[in-house]
């Protein structure tokens, strides 16, 4: 393939991801995805803009809206941190709960924001314990946990995430 057989296509698959988010009506998003886009052609060339294309971070599942990048999600004033559902066994298997405005939840793996964490970790795990103040226990209770627990930097990444600064303007469906 050519040099501009390439540069048609990478424009194409961009051209598919600019349409994606105009349609959902989102203009960070659009944005994002532009730049994203550009950015992944420019270091690696066509075949990386068509993975990209297919990938995102998370879809909804009820009105199909599209997060390509985990900040883009996180900075989303439609969406709400309802809960996390704990794994005791892989704390990082454990289960983010969130709300969308169209009235749909979403799960999504602790693990996948394990980055956001940056303290120290722990090996003993407490829960059943009588130092263990039972935060993992009820899915709804985003506190922190002040204990040396192999489960509390978990609750710090909910901190975080309940810190994110949300995006002011959203054009939304």
Not at 29 to 48: D, H, K, M, P, S
Request: hydrophobic fraction near 35%.
């Amino acid at each position: 393939m050519g040099l501009e057989e390439r540069t048609f296509m990478s424009a194409i698959c961009i051209g598919v991801l600019i349409f994606r988010a105009f349609r959902q009506r989102d203009a960070l998003q659009l944005g994002e995805t532009v730049l994203q886009a550009y950015n992944v052609y420019r270091e690696n060339g066509t075949a990386e803009v068509k993975r990209m294309h297919q990938m995102s971070f998370k879809k909804c599942s009820k009105c199909g809206f599209i997060w390509y990048q985990r900040a883009a999600f996180l900075s989303d004033p439609n969406l709400c941190m309802i809960g996390y559902q704990a794994y005791f066994d892989e704390p990082l298997t454990g289960l983010f709960l969130f709300n969308h405005t169209c009235g749909t939840s979403l799960a999504i793996k602790a693990g996948d924001f394990q980055d956001l964490f940056d303290g120290p970790m722990y090996t003993e795990r407490l829960n059943g314990t009588e130092k263990c103040g039972g935060h993992c226990l009820h899915k709804s209770d985003l506190s922190p946990c002040p204990q040396e627990c192999e489960c509390s930097y978990v609750r710090e990444i909910v901190q975080v995430i309940l810190k994110w600064p949300k995006q002011e303007i959203s054009v939304k469906q």
